[in-house]
C-alpha cells in the first residue's frame, strides 16, 4: 500500500518567515495530495491541495508543489503569523478512494 | 450546508462497556472514512465506507471494532467490550460520490476515555 512521509515532524519559525512542510510518497498512482491544518481539539481542515496535472498551486500566503517524478510534494507558508501555528498533515490518495497521511508536522510561529 | 457532524464530542466508558460513535456527513457526501488519533499521533486509517458497504477496513482491529453506512441515517463505529487503549480521538471524514480526485472533509471528531 501507499506509504507517506513527512518532515520534520516539528517545525519553529519567526514570525514572518516562511516554513516549508515536506512529504514523500510511494505509490506512484496516487494522484491528488491535500494538506490538512488541525488545531488544538479540532478536527482536520483541508487548506489545500494538488492534483496530478498541476506542478504548482497557490492560495495567498499558501503554495505547494509536486514533483511527480521524485514522489514528493511540498507545503510552502510565506508571512508566518502566530495564527498559522497547528500540526500539519499532508496525504496522499488514489482517485479520492482512500487517504494515507503522513505523520504531521508541529508548527509554532514565534511572534 | 453544514460540515460533518460528530457526536458525541467526547464520550467516557467504563472498561468492558460498548462505545457508538456516530458520524452525519456532509449533504450529498457517500464516503464516508473513520480514522484514529493517539495523543501526538498521525491519523490512522480505519475503514472506508459507501453506503451499505464496507470498502476497505483494512485498518480495522480484527476484533471488537466494527463500522457501517446504513442507506438512511449516519454512519456508526461501535467498539465493543472497550479496553484503556481505545482511549483516542476518532475522526470521520466524508466526500462525495464523483469519480476521481475528491476533496475529503472532517469532522471534529469524537474523544473517547476508557477509564
Known amino acids: 500500500g501507499e506509504n507517506v512521509e513527512q518532515h520534520p515532524s516539528t517545525l519553529s519559525v519567526q514570525e514572518g518567515d516562511s516554513a516549508v512542510i515536506k512529504c514523500t510518497y510511494s505509490?506512484?498512482?496516487?494522484?491528488?495530495f491535500p494538506w490538512y491544518k488541525q488545531e488544538l481539539g479540532k478536527g482536520p481542515q483541508l487548506i489545500i491541495d494538488?492534483?496530478?496535472?498541476?506542478g504548482e498551486k497557490k492560495d495567498q500566503r499558501i503554495a505547494v508543489t509536486l514533483n511527480k517524478t521524485a514522489k514528493h510534494f511540498s507545503l510552502h507558508i510565506t508571512e508566518t503569523q502566530p495564527e498559522d501555528s497547528a500540526v500539519y498533515f499532508c496525504?496522499?490518495?488514489?482517485?479520492?478512494?482512500?487517504?494515507?497521511f503522513g505523520t504531521g508536522t508541529s508548527l509554532t510561529v514565534i511572534p | 450546508n453544514a460540515g460533518v457532524m460528530q457526536n458525541p464530542r467526547h464520550l467516557v466508558r467504563r472498561r468492558g462497556q460498548e462505545a457508538r460513535l456516530r458520524c452525519s456527513p456532509m449533504?450529498?457526501?457517500?464516503?464516508v472514512y473513520w480514522y484514529r488519533q493517539l495523543p501526538e499521533e498521525g491519523l490512522k486509517f480505519m475503514v472506508y465506507?459507501?453506503?451499505?458497504?464496507?470498502?476497505?477496513e483494512s485498518g480495522m482491529p480484527k476484533e471488537r471494532f466494527s463500522a457501517e453506512f446504513p442507506k438512511e441515517g449516519p454512519s456508526i463505529l461501535r467498539i465493543q467490550q472497550v479496553v484503556r487503549g481505545d482511549s483516542a480521538a476518532y475522526f470521520c471524514?466524508?466526500?462525495?460520490?464523483?469519480?476521481?480526485?475528491?476533496?475529503?472533509?472532517f469532522g471534529q471528531g469524537t474523544r473517547l476515555t476508557v477509564v
Open positions: 471524514a466524508s466526500s462525495p460520490p464523483l469519480l476521481g480526485n475528491t476533496e475529503a472533509f
Open positions: 505509490d506512484s498512482a496516487s494522484n491528488y
Open positions: 494538488i492534483r496530478s496535472n498541476v
Open positions: 496525504a496522499a490518495s488514489i482517485n479520492g478512494n482512500q487517504f494515507y
Open positions: 449533504k450529498g457526501h457517500s464516503h
Open positions: 465506507l459507501q453506503k451499505e458497504n464496507i470498502i476497505d
